[in-house]
């Protein structure tokens, strides 16, 4: 079989092309043990770029979901991409939970898995990647994370679970609107919300 130099070209540059983005996913990955918040930030934001081809990533990414070290939500050039509204500060697990979320569905059991950590804030950052990635077998999950310990993960699972739209969710979230946590309450109602539409 003859070759046409076009056809070589292009084989010769798509392989370029992936020797590239296999390259700059090395070096994010390698920023996500940094000694400095910000950098880890940065490259769960790099690595999040990379999508499903980050997988490799996905422990890492999920060792660092417990990172809850303050950093400027412009070091990934974003102002708004948890919550909807602006929020000036992000975290190294916040990001890690993102990337997590871009990489999909070979996410959702490390998620699941870290959803149980000693650690709230990993507790909380897999809550919201659970309900971004919208899967229903999450659902359950979700729903004990509604009776977890610490408000922000409560109100992480009442925020995934309206994201996931199960109307499972209905009583459970039902009782939460009597939480002695009000962020608990507020992201309770608004599940209800958009699960009983």
């Known amino acids: 079989m ?6 070589a070209s292009a084989i010769l540059f ?5 020797a590239a983005a296999q390259s700059d996913l090395r070096t994010a990955a390698a920023g996500l043990t940094s000694a400095d918040p910000a950098v880890r930030a940065k490259a769960a934001c790099d690595v999040r770029e990379h999508g499903s081809e980050a997988a490799p990533v996905i422990p890492q990414l999920v060792t660092l979901l417990g990172d809850a070290s303050p950093v400027d939500r412009g070091v990934c050039g974003e102002h708004t991409w948890r919550f909807g509204h602006v929020e000036d500060l992000t975290t190294p697990g916040e990001q890690a939970a993102s990337a997590l979320v871009a990489i999909g569905e070979r996410s959702f059991e490390p998620l699941l898995a870290a959803l149980k950590s000693p650690v709230w804030i990993a507790r909380r950052n897999a809550a919201w990647g659970l309900g971004a990635i919208r899967d229903a077998r999450a659902v359950e999950p979700l729903l004990r994370a509604l009776g977890d310990e610490n408000g922000a993960v409560r109100a992480e699972a009442a925020w995934a679970l309206g994201a996931t739209g199960d109307e499972r969710a209905i009583a459970p979230l039902t009782r939460r609107l009597k939480d002695d946590d009000a962020h608990v309450r507020r992201q309770a109602a608004w599940a209800l919300g958009v699960v009983a539409r």
């Not at 798509?14 to 992936?18: L, M």
Request: one cysteine or more; proline letters at 9%; glycine letters at 10%.
């Open 2 to 7: 003859t070759r046409t130099p076009g056809i």
């Open 14 to 18: 798509a392989c370029a092309i992936t």
